[in-house]
C-alpha cells in the first residue's frame, strides 16, 4: 500500500498497531472578517465546545417546506437501487440519502441558505464548498445506531482531507429528543486527534456507511475524552441546526421509540482546504460522499 506523499500527515492514523492521542495542530475557528449570525460569545463557546446549537435556526415557513420534501425523499428513496441510497445494516429500511444538495433541488437551495453560509464562513473564516451532503433517516423502532467516531478521521484517511479546516451542519426536519437517538457530543474532544488502529480495507465505504468498522475510536481513548468533558445532547425542535467541528467525537443510540428523527447533515469545508489524494494510498470514496471539485 502506497501512502500520500505529496502532503505532509500530520494527524496519521490507521498505520499503527496501538492507538494515539495526538494534540490538533489547526484552528477551531480562523480569524476573519466575515459577518453573519453568529455573536462573538457563539464563536467563543464553539471554539471552547467544538459545537454550536442553535435552536430555532429556520422559519417555521421553511421548516414546513423541508419536511414536504423530506417524506417525498422517503418515499421516492424506498426501493431504489443507487448507490447514494444507503440501507440499514439488518433491514431494507433507508438509513441515509447522500448528495442531496447535488440531486434534490430544495436541498440545493438550503445549503446555498444565506444564514447558514454565513455562519459557517464565520467560523471557517474562507470561502467553502459542500464536501459531503446527506439526509439521515433513523425511522421509529428500528433505527440504528451511529457509532462513536471523528469525521475528519475519516475524511483524512479515505477521502485525502489534508487539515481540520471543515464543519458540519445537522440541521432538526422533525423534533430531536433525547430518548430517539439524536446526536451526541463529547465537547471539547476536537482538541484531540484520536489514530484509530487497522488497515483500511479496499471500498470500505460500502459497508461503513451502514455500520463503522474502521475509523472508530478505542474503548480506552473514548473513555479518557469523555472523562474530561462528559456527554453532551444538543436535541432541539425541527428547525434547530447544530454545527459542529469536524474533529468532535460524535455519535447517536439507537432509535426504539415510535417517533422518527430526521436530520439534514451538510458538510462545508474550506476552498483552502481542499482534497488531496486519500492518506490511506487507497482511491478515493465516490463523488457523492467526497466532492473533489
Not at 433491514?91 to 440531486?103: G, I, M
Not at 463529547?186 to 488502529?197: E, L, N, Y
Request: a negative charge; aromatic letters at 10%.
Amino acid at each position: 500500500m502506497q501512502t500520500n506523499n505529496a502532503v505532509k500527515d500530520v494527524y496519521p492514523s490507521r498505520v499503527a498497531d496501538q492507538p494515539q492521542i495526538l494534540k490538533r495542530q489547526d484552528p477551531v475557528v480562523y480569524p476573519n472578517d466575515y459577518d453573519g449570525p453568529l455573536s462573538k460569545d457563539d464563536l467563543n463557546g464553539y471554539e471552547k465546545d467544538g459545537y454550536l446549537f442553535m435552536d430555532p435556526f429556520f422559519t417555521p415557513d421553511e421548516v414546513a417546506e423541508l419536511q414536504k420534501e423530506l417524506h417525498k425523499l422517503l418515499t421516492e428513496s424506498r426501493g431504489l437501487k443507487k448507490p447514494e441510497v444507503i440501507l440499514e445494516p439488518e433491514s431494507e429500511e433507508v438509513r441515509s440519502v447522500f448528495a442531496v444538495h447535488r440531486d434534490n433541488e430544495v436541498f440545493k437551495a438550503l445549503s446555498n441558505h444565506p444564514k447558514l453560509q454565513a455562519a459557517v464562513k464565520q467560523i471557517l473564516g474562507s470561502e467553502v464548498y459542500i464536501h459531503q451532503s446527506r439526509i439521515n433517516f433513523k425511522p421509529g423502532f428500528r433505527g440504528k445506531e451511529f457509532q462513536w467516531h471523528s469525521d475528519f478521521e475519516t475524511w483524512h484517511v479515505e477521502d485525502g482531507m489534508p487539515r481540520m479546516r471543515a464543519l458540519s451542519c445537522s440541521i432538526a426536519l422533525s423534533d430531536n429528543y433525547p430518548f430517539n437517538g439524536p446526536l451526541m457530543v463529547i465537547p471539547g474532544s476536537h482538541k484531540h486527534f484520536i489514530a484509530c488502529v487497522g488497515r483500511t480495507p479496499d471500498k470500505n465505504y460500502e459497508n461503513s456507511l451502514r455500520r463503522q468498522e474502521y475509523g472508530v475510536p478505542d474503548q480506552e481513548s473514548l473513555t479518557w475524552l469523555v472523562k474530561e468533558s462528559g456527554i453532551e445532547q444538543p436535541a432541539g425542535k425541527a428547525g434547530s441546526i447544530v454545527f459542529f467541528d469536524c474533529n468532535i467525537m460524535h455519535g447517536s443510540n439507537s432509535n426504539i421509540t415510535p417517533y422518527p428523527r430526521s436530520n439534514a447533515f451538510y458538510v462545508f469545508n474550506s476552498v483552502e482546504n481542499k482534497l488531496t489524494e486519500p492518506f490511506s494510498g487507497l482511491p478515493p470514496r465516490p463523488a457523492y460522499i467526497a466532492t473533489r471539485d
